[in-house]
Each structure stands twice: as structure tokens, then as C-alpha cells.
């Protein structure tokens, strides 16, 4: 089982990035995935979660900036980001977690069995 988390890079402010996390030997339906963040010397947040009901949550610090989305056909989830602001510099991370429910929300990082790698975003002024 494999996470390939894409899809990083360099934005000015105010830019937009997409990132996609895709799965490799095995599938989303039974899964809620997570996108998470790891600043520089901070620990890692909690950024956007999605259930495989379809059901979404997200972070004060990005409500209504970012969108979280699945593609079941292409087993891939993605994390649109919109007016990217320079505290949203970090690593980012998906991860996923088996679960029987399908609209329970987990937003603590030691609650995900699989991981990703990690893309870089980092945002300029």
C-alpha cells in the first residue's frame, strides 16, 4: 500500500495549487483520508479531512480557502488551495484510515494507518 502525494511547489500569495494524493494497491471506498501539514520546527496539523461518504471537514485556518475532493474512478483525492496565504508554507501529507464508517471524521494524525510522503509548498510575498 502506497501514498504519492503531488502536486507542490512555489506560489506567490494569493495563489492557487492543487495537490493530489494518489493510492497505489488499494482503493479509497473504505477510507477516510486526511491532508495534513508539518511546518518548520512545528508539529504536524490537521488540514482537511474527507470520509468515504463524501463528507468533508477542515481547519479554521482554511475554511473557505481549500477544498478537499476524491475521484473514486481514479483513486486519487485532491486538496484544491486557493488565496494562499505565507503562513500556509509546510510540508503537506496524505494520509488514509481504514474505517467501517462512513461519515466519521478523524482529524489526529496517530488515528491514520498509511501515509505519503510529503510535498513542499511554500508560498512568497
Known amino acids: 500500500v502506497q501514498l504519492q502525494a503531488s502536486g507542490g511547489g512555489l506560489v506567490q500569495a494569493g495563489g492557487s495549487l492543487r495537490l493530489s494524493c494518489a493510492a497505489s494497491?488499494?482503493?479509497?471506498?473504505?477510507?477516510?483520508v486526511g491532508w495534513f501539514r508539518q511546518a518548520p520546527g512545528k508539529e504536524r496539523d490537521f488540514v482537511a479531512t474527507?470520509?468515504?461518504?463524501?463528507?468533508?471537514n477542515y481547519a479554521d485556518s482554511v475554511k473557505g480557502r481549500f477544498a478537499i475532493s476524491r475521484d473514486t474512478a481514479e483513486n486519487t483525492v485532491y486538496l484544491q488551495m486557493n488565496s494562499l496565504k505565507l503562513e500556509d508554507t509546510a510540508v503537506y501529507y496524505c494520509?488514509?484510515?481504514?474505517?467501517?464508517?462512513?461519515?466519521?471524521?478523524?482529524?489526529?494524525?496517530?488515528?491514520?494507518?498509511?501515509w505519503g510522503q510529503g510535498t513542499q509548498v511554500t508560498v512568497s510575498s
Open positions: 474527507i470520509t468515504w461518504g463524501g463528507y468533508t
Open positions: 494497491g488499494r482503493t479509497f471506498s473504505r477510507a477516510a
Open positions: 494520509a488514509a484510515k481504514d474505517t467501517e464508517f462512513r461519515g466519521t471524521f478523524y482529524f489526529e494524525a496517530l488515528r491514520y494507518d498509511y
